[in-house]
């Protein structure tokens, strides 16, 4: 199963500050997560020569995406890019981590995560969407969603009228089938309606956290996923460090989490999805693709940022082989 994910297109720009001065210079307030305007951004990227930075590809999907090619799946991604540094690093990156990308570049300013990080280990993030919420649906060619089996989306998209009904309904259309995120919280609560519409037409596999989860149903997660799972095929309720529900409507099962040393959680959520979606891909039991979730999501969190690091990977692909075998 070919698998394509579609999302926000954000460059993450991580940067380890002496001291909270610059957040100071830039108006930011420490340990917020702020969207920020053209202007803003470019003050941010002037700061670039002053400051030791990391640059790597972000959005929640393209994270997924990422992880599944890592793990050997035939994975693409769709987004929107501008002509700009921001945009040919992103692009330049996706390819390396062997995604098929689908990438819309135009004039204009790429869109960046940036994410600075206090002497104390906090994390003060500004958000700049830039050219990625433009992304139409009239620029995603039916030739590239054909090549796929599978579409995974990231509920942050729900914001964009001219894209996520429009998506949602060709790809349904095409045959494929559609995995959602619901991303966040206050997507569920502020776009309420608009997903208890679409998710039982359109959706077959549905991710969500378990405060998502309850924003939805208005249930705690063990209840919530029985009635998530009269709307979709396949439900998946993350609950931190007690593991996730998985379940389809013939069986429920609980995983637990792995006993991980937690650095950071950035990039959990989106690594189990991944690994779920792969046991997915395989045909695997709702158990076993689980399994493969929390163990992407048990990595991910051992280390800073939202991407496993590259020498563990190899270990991680002998466990999931041998989940696979059970």
């Given at each position: 199963m070919k698998i394509i994910g579609i999302g926000n297109a954000l460059l993450d720009v991580l940067f380890r500050m002496e001291n909270d001065d610059t957040l100071h210079v830039l108006g930011l307030r420490k340990g917020a997560m702020d969207?920020?305007?053209?202007?803003?951004?470019?003050?941010?990227?002037?700061?670039?020569?002053?400051?030791?930075?990391?640059?790597?590809?972000?959005?929640?999907?393209?994270?997924?995406?990422?992880?599944?090619?890592?793990?050997?799946?035939?994975?693409?991604?769709?987004?929107?890019?501008?002509?700009?540094?921001?945009?040919?690093?992103?692009?330049?990156?996706?390819?390396?981590?062997?995604?098929t990308p689908f990438l819309v570049r135009m004039s204009g300013m790429s869109g960046c995560s940036t994410i600075l990080v206090s002497p104390d280990g906090e994390r003060t993030m500004a958000t700049f969407l830039g050219l990625a919420a433009t992304l139409s649906e009239d620029e995603i060619p039916d030739d590239v969603l054909k090549q796929y089996d599978?579409?995974?989306?990231?509920?942050?998209?729900?914001?964009?009228?001219?894209?996520?009904?429009?998506?949602?309904?060709?790809?349904?259309?095409?045959?494929?089938?559609?995995?959602?995120d619901l991303s966040n919280f206050n997507i569920v609560n502020g776009f309420k309606t608009l997903l208890k519409s679409v998710i039982p037409i359109y959706v077959d596999i549905l991710f969500s956290n378990e405060n998502e989860a309850e924003a939805y149903t208005g249930l705690p997660a063990d209840k919530a996923i029985v009635e998530i799972l009269k709307e979709v095929e396949i439900a998946v309720v993350t609950?931190?460090?007690?593991?996730?529900?998985?379940?389809?409507k013939d069986i429920i099962v609980h995983e637990a989490?792995?006993?991980?040393?937690?650095?950071?959680?950035?990039?959990?959520?989106?690594?189990?999805?991944a690994g779920f979606l792969y046991g997915y891909s395989k045909g695997a039991l709702i158990k076993q693709s689980a399994q493969i979730g929390t163990l992407l999501a048990g990595n991910v969190i051992e280390v800073m940022g939202a991407q496993i690091e590259n020498e563990r990977w190899e270990d991680i692909n002998l466990k999931v082989c041998e989940i696979l075998r059970e």
């Open positions: 969207i920020i305007d053209e202007a803003k951004m470019a003050e941010i990227q002037n700061l670039e020569k002053s400051l030791n930075s990391s640059k790597t590809p972000g959005g929640s999907v393209c994270n997924s995406m990422r992880s599944l090619a890592r793990l050997g799946a035939n994975a693409g991604y769709i987004g929107k890019i501008g002509n700009d540094k921001s945009g040919s690093v992103y692009s330049e990156e996706i390819v390396k981590s062997g995604v599978c579409i995974y989306i990231e509920g942050y998209l729900i914001s964009n009228d001219h894209l996520f009904l429009p998506v949602l309904r060709r790809a349904k259309n095409l045959g494929l089938k559609i995995a959602l609950t931190g460090k007690r593991g996730a529900l998985a379940g389809n989490a792995l006993n991980a040393l937690v650095l950071d959680t950035t990039g959990a959520g989106d690594n189990f999805a």
